[in-house]
């Protein structure tokens, strides 16, 4: 009986460890399939048990995985027993994933079993990267703040001179060679500033944020503009009011940079600019879209690289300063849809604290 209640006690405990365990035989057949793992891979238990291992192993490791079971039974010698090793896994939906696994072997009746103890490593690698490029920025940013620095006392001065010259030269051509200057200065001076927006770290405030009211300042500053230019602009309030948490200064930057890229898009024919709020599975959206021309296919994937712009005058830096902004809010994404010739929508997601009380 007591060896009953303990057999009891330890499957329990295995079924709903927070690691996974995966029990194989000598033909490399799914014997042990508990809760955890059924959560890592996306399968049922009923799917895996008594099927091949390999269905849950990438392809690189399905040869040489077997091989290494095959290799022990005469040898008594697993390569990996006794150590941790890092495999690939693959999940249903076909998702690859960084698999931190420890070997076990058990003799049973003159059979062979293998146990696998599996953590997925794909949050502590994507933890790593953060730490690591968090480490690379601010050290990126004390350069630039220095750089920056050193530019910008000369730059100035240039600046301060060429706009006097400018106020007191009558001579035709020479005004237009200081009108070039200036335009370079402050190309310059923008720069500079959106350098510093996105390398040098910057404190953010918290506080609570009535998610449908930043939307309607955004609509409130950009109407008029709008309304020039030719724009239909639309500002759409959906289900109920949500708040947010973050930086208020900071995300309406973002929202005011998303509208102005939407709005140089469809320049210089106009069309139609839509703002709008909603609420999707615990989240605040907040999204700007545009039927402007779209973002071709070959370039979607660069439009988050620093310099990288589609502008004559552009810096290429304004999409990169609002990706830095929001993956400083901890919980939320700044996403990029667009069809070619059918426009382009941007869309903030954060994380709900509350909703307004009515």
Same mark, same amino acid.
């Given at each position: 009986?007591?060896?009953?209640? %303990?057999?009891?006690?330890?499957? %329990?405990?295995?079924? @709903?460890?927070?690691?996974?365990?995966?029990?194989?035989?000598?033909?490399?057949?799914?014997?042990?399939? @508990?809760?955890? $793992? %059924?959560?890592?891979?996306?399968?049922?238990?009923?799917?895996?048990?008594?099927?091949?291992?390999?269905?849950?192993? &990438?392809?690189?490791?399905?040869?040489?995985?077997?091989?290494?079971?095959?290799?022990?039974?005469? $040898?008594?010698?697993?390569?990996?027993?006794?150590?941790?090793?890092?495999?690939?896994?693959?999940?249903?939906? *076909?998702?690859?994933?960084?698999?931190?696994?420890?070997?076990?072997?058990?003799?049973?009746?003159?059979?062979?079993?293998?146990?696998?103890?599996?953590?997925?490593? &794909?949050?502590?690698?994507?933890?790593?990267?953060?730490?690591?490029?968090?480490?690379?920025?601010?050290?990126?940013?004390?350069?630039?703040?220095?750089?920056?620095?050193?530019?910008? @006392?000369?730059?100035?001065?240039?600046?301060?001179?060429?706009?006097?010259?400018?106020?007191?030269?009558?001579?035709?051509? $020479?005004?237009?060679?200081?009108?070039?200057?200036?335009?370079?200065?402050?190309?310059?001076?923008?720069?500079?500033?959106?350098?510093?927006?996105?390398?040098?770290?910057?404190?953010?405030?918290?506080?609570?944020?009535?998610?449908?009211?930043?939307?309607?300042?955004?609509?409130?500053?950009?109407?008029?503009?709008?309304?020039?230019?030719?724009?239909?602009?639309?500002?759409?309030? %959906? *289900?109920?009011?949500?708040?947010?948490?973050?930086?208020?200064?900071?995300?309406?930057?973002?929202?005011?940079?998303?509208?102005?890229?939407?709005?140089?898009?469809?320049?210089?024919?106009?069309?139609?600019?839509?703002?709008?709020?909603?609420?999707?599975?615990?989240?605040?959206?907040?999204?700007?879209?545009?039927?402007?021309?779209?973002?071709? $296919?070959?370039?979607?994937?660069?439009?988050?690289?620093?310099?990288?712009?589609?502008?004559?005058?552009?810096?290429?830096?304004?999409?990169?300063?609002?990706?830095?902004?929001?993956?400083?809010?901890?919980?939320?994404?700044?996403?990029?849809?667009?069809?070619? *010739?059918? *426009?382009?929508?941007?869309?903030?997601?954060?994380?709900?604290?509350?909703?307004?009380?009515?």
């Amino acid at each position: 009986m007591q060896d009953i209640q %303990e057999l009891t006690i330890l499957h %329990e405990a295995v079924e @709903n460890a927070n690691e996974a365990f995966i029990t194989i035989d000598a033909e490399h057949r799914v014997l042990f399939f @508990n809760r955890a $793992a %059924e959560k890592m891979f996306g399968y049922a238990r009923q799917e895996v048990l008594g099927r091949d291992l390999c269905l849950l192993l &990438a392809p690189e490791h399905r040869e040489s995985h077997p091989l290494a079971v095959q290799q022990y039974l005469p $040898a008594g010698e697993p390569p990996f027993t006794g150590r941790e090793a890092e495999l690939t896994g693959i999940r249903r939906s *076909g998702e690859r994933f960084p698999a931190l696994i420890s070997f076990s072997v058990a003799e049973i009746d003159h059979r062979t079993f293998f146990t696998a103890l599996i953590r997925d490593m &794909a949050e502590t690698r994507g933890l790593q990267r953060q730490v690591a490029q968090a480490e690379r920025l601010a050290l990126l940013g004390r350069v630039v703040a220095e750089i920056t620095h050193e530019i910008k @006392n000369p730059l100035v001065m240039i600046g301060g001179w060429a706009r006097r010259l400018h106020r007191t030269v009558r001579e035709e051509e $020479a005004r237009r060679r200081l009108a070039d200057i200036l335009a370079q200065v402050e190309r310059l001076e923008h720069l500079l500033a959106e350098l510093r927006n996105l390398y040098v770290p910057r404190k953010q405030a918290a506080e609570t944020i009535d998610a449908g009211e930043l939307l309607r300042e955004a609509f409130r500053l950009v109407k008029a503009d709008c309304e020039e230019r030719d724009i239909a602009l639309e500002l759409r309030l %959906e *289900g109920p009011r949500p708040l947010i948490m973050g930086d208020r200064e900071k995300l309406l930057q973002v929202l005011l940079n998303l509208i102005k890229n939407s709005m140089e898009a469809l320049a210089p024919a106009g069309g139609s600019l839509l703002l709008a709020l909603a609420t999707v599975d615990g989240y605040a959206e907040l999204t700007v879209a545009d039927n402007g021309p779209g973002i071709p $296919a070959e370039l979607r994937e660069r439009v988050f690289t620093p310099f990288f712009t589609t502008k004559r005058q552009g810096t290429g830096l304004g999409l990169c300063v609002c990706k830095r902004i929001m993956d400083d809010h901890p919980g939320s994404a700044l996403t990029l849809e667009s069809v070619e *010739g059918q *426009g382009t929508a941007a869309t903030l997601r954060f994380p709900i604290h509350r909703f307004v009380e009515e």
